[in-house]
């Protein structure tokens, strides 16, 4: 069961690579990705996002938290295996609900 998991979790790390690539303007569609993701979901929404070198976690690549509030993403916070550089993303919605902006804040 667990292997359906760790199988689960890598597919997610690579779908939200690619999505958080052409948020940032560096990639078109679906890549290869060598490295190892562990999603942490919080009442059914990804709260957290580890990425290692291998499933067998022996280096740790990098880590994004997601922060919602009733129900939109507003902020993401991404830093590398060191915990050196941070990049927090933070969205804001209009009153229809619709993203307006994302502001990016590097630490």
């Known amino acids: 069961m667990s ?3 760790s199988q689960i979790g890598t597919k ?3 779908e939200l690579k690619s999505l958080s690539d052409r948020i940032d303007g ?6 290869s990705v060598d490295n190892y993701s562990e999603p942490t979901f919080t009442s059914g929404l990804l709260t957290a996002l580890t990425t290692w070198t291998d ?4 280096t740790k690549v990098g880590s994004k938290t997601f922060t919602y509030t009733s129900g939109n993403l507003t902020s993401v916070v991404e830093k590398d295996g060191s915990d050196t550089t941070t990049l927090t993303k933070t969205l804001t919605y209009d009153a229809e609900g619709n993203l ?3 502001t990016k804040d590097y630490a």
């Open 3 to 5: 292997d359906i998991f």
């Open 100 to 102: 307006a902006s994302i």
């Open 12 to 14: 997610i790390g690579t």
């Open 26 to 31: 560096i990639g078109g569609g679906d890549s």
């Open 55 to 58: 499933d067998g976690k022996g």
